[in-house]
């Protein structure tokens, strides 16, 4: 690492009523002395804890595991505990609340769309014989797992829907995550709730309104490509319109 | 902030239909288009004249079926990627109908421009 790190981060109040700070968004400027190996996340904390007691945001577990600590760096939606500044490779930081969210304050968002979003496609695994004790099998070598296994690992950390362009001018879209989750359960041959999700995102606030801009599968921290999930669950939605009596 | 309660899970008008077709469309059109160019611009610069392009059009071959879907083909997949874009916008209710009906309006209009316009070609009137 060069020098001291500039880090610029956008503050706000959220609702524009009176709080810490108050008044319209604004950047602040922070000077940091960069430790070794150290990531956005620490930056942020390091500024709350000896610069500025006013700063908010939001974080977890640290260990890229629950995706909380997501926020806007260097104009791309990252999650903050696992981005190193020097891979950045710059000393300039510019560190934003992620997009398409309501800001509560300063880097901290209210995640109720992404979530709503979520819940709207059933994200719950709904058993096709409930009455069962066990559920089968699919087979690690199995076509099916193949297609579900690259979309599974979703840790919900909304920097999907903070990129997509379709989310910025309808807000109605679904957004990423939540196409890729019906899409996981969609495609499981155990879940019984296929058909019903298949009509919740078919029409053009679901997967008709993807234009495959490939956004969200840019910020994945975890790989995922939820457009190919979309791109997948399109085909699954013409062939359960020819063939509306197959699952 | 989102208000939860006021989205719900039935999702707007089903747009299979038309994303099959745009893409069917597309894929006429991006074989049409190379015929077109590759006709009029390399194999026939300077010999294209009214009467053999009559005579092309009512020879009942391939050329009559490939010139009668050219146009609906254009004016579809224009109008309804204009749609698509309209949609992305999330256009109120009224909105969205009067938007629906101004496409439409715009495609007969430009159908039926194409078939006036054609009708000479085709030996009618003219």
Known sequence: MAGTLTVRIRRSDGSGAAATPPGPPR??????????????????????????????????????????????????NRWTCRTQ??????????????????????????????VESMRLVIPQFVP???????????????????EIDPHIECITCGNCYGECSLVETNKAYLGP??????????????????????ELVNGHDGVWGCHTQFNCTEVCPLGISPTRAIQKLKRKELLHALTPHLR | MSAPETRSAGRRSNGLWGWLLQRVSGIFLAYALVVHLWTVHVVNVDRLTWATISARLQDGTLWTVYYLLFVPAVVYHALNGVWGIALDYSPAPAARRGIALALWAAGLALLVYGYFGLRPLFGAGG
């Not at chain 1, 560190?95 to 968002?109: F, N």
């Not at chain 1, 099998?137 to 199995?142: Q, R």
Request: aromatic share 6%; with cysteine.
């Open chain 1, 27 to 76: 950047f602040d400027t922070f000077r940091v002395e960069p430790e070794p190996k150290m990531n956005v996340l620490d930056v942020v904390a390091k500024i709350q804890a000896t610069q500025d007691p006013s700063l908010a945001f939001r974080y977890s577990c640290r260990a890229g595991m629950c995706g909380t600590c997501s926020m806007r760096v260097n104009g791309k």
């Open chain 1, 85 to 114: 500044v020097e891979k950045l490779g710059t000393d300039l930081l510019v560190i934003e609340p992620l997009p398409h969210y309501p800001v509560i304050r300063d880097l901290a968002v209210d995640m109720a769309p992404f």
């Open chain 1, 177 to 198: 995550a939540a196409l890729n989750r019906a899409f996981t359960l969609i495609a499981d041959s155990r879940d019984g709730a296929a058909r019903a999700r298949l």
């Open chain 1, 128 to 146: 096709a014989e409930p009455g069962k004790a066990t559920f089968a099998k699919i087979g690690s070598g199995s076509r099916e797992r193949r």
